[in-house]
């Protein structure tokens, strides 16, 4: 984790209702810097075990990034570092661990153990490093994320400055009912849910029970539960009681065409949902279903904006509701991310 983050409190999530949710609803794991200092090790062991991680991190070299744009050693070796940070009580870096009193102990919040498989399943798995220590970083947020929910990606923190803007100078649209479609771990809807505090609300839908569950600690450790809703289900099929309401529509949708899911690279497609990412033969089912929906659940002058592939992608969906959307929308544009990549489309409703 970056050190420049102060993390300072822990939060419980709490249980609230979500609609149509399942008989039970799953526990999210804890964030590793939020769990308490239960476990021990001398600074010996621990400085065996960095030793350890290191050699392994240092004999990946390029092979990763040869194989398919993975992670090369000096970014694996930045990882270790966060995750020590991460792992120990006094947030210790490599140099605090040479001391000459080895036998001191140090106080972890997990197990050396556990410290030993997690840095194994890194390098020999390839799992992501934020399923390792269960967060990212986004925007101004450290979220909570698990193995089964997507991960957030920098590219999508640019839909919520989009967000900002639309509602700066229009308030119908701050004080309006907005949605996040495919939530996930509730990144964009923390992110506009944080704009519109005080203001508007937001419905987050997703069909995963465990992303709801993520989603709904995400909400909680940043006090949004009074702005944010969330709903269990697909796309529209929650959201029958605000029809033709909406304010806005945001989504992050699946857009990969299903061939190219092989091909990725490992820490996504091993491991991250494959329903989170794979967007049909094309990848455009989802987003041309996005797109058929909006027509009917937008109040007029509403707002939507949702994420693609890049350029193609974009220019597709362009010419796909102007000829096709039955004229419903107006002031369709393509709008890049910060890397200047053709990534998102937005509009409005007549």
Known sequence: MKPSLIRNFHKTVCCFSLKSSPPTTPKPQTPLFLRPPIHSATLSDLQKWHQWAKSLASSVGTAFVDLDNGPDSSLLCRELKWLMEDATEERLIASQIHSENFQTSVGLRVSLEDLYRLWKQRIEERRPFQYIVGCEHWRDLVLCVEDGVLIPRPETEKIVDLVGDVV??????????????????????VGIGNILKGWGRVIATDMSPLALAVAAFNVQRYDLQDVIELRQGSWFEPLKDVEGEL???????PYIPSSHISGLQAEVGRHEPRTALDGGISGMDDLLHLCNGAASMLKPGGFFAFETNGEEQCKYLVEYMANEAGESFCSVKIVPDFAGIHRFVTGFHK
């Open 168 to 189: 700066s100078g229009n308030e119908g649209l701050r004080e309006g009912l907005w949605v996040d479609l495919g939530t996930g771990s509730g990144a964009i809807a």
């Open 247 to 253: 304010a806005g529509i945001i989504s992050n949708p």
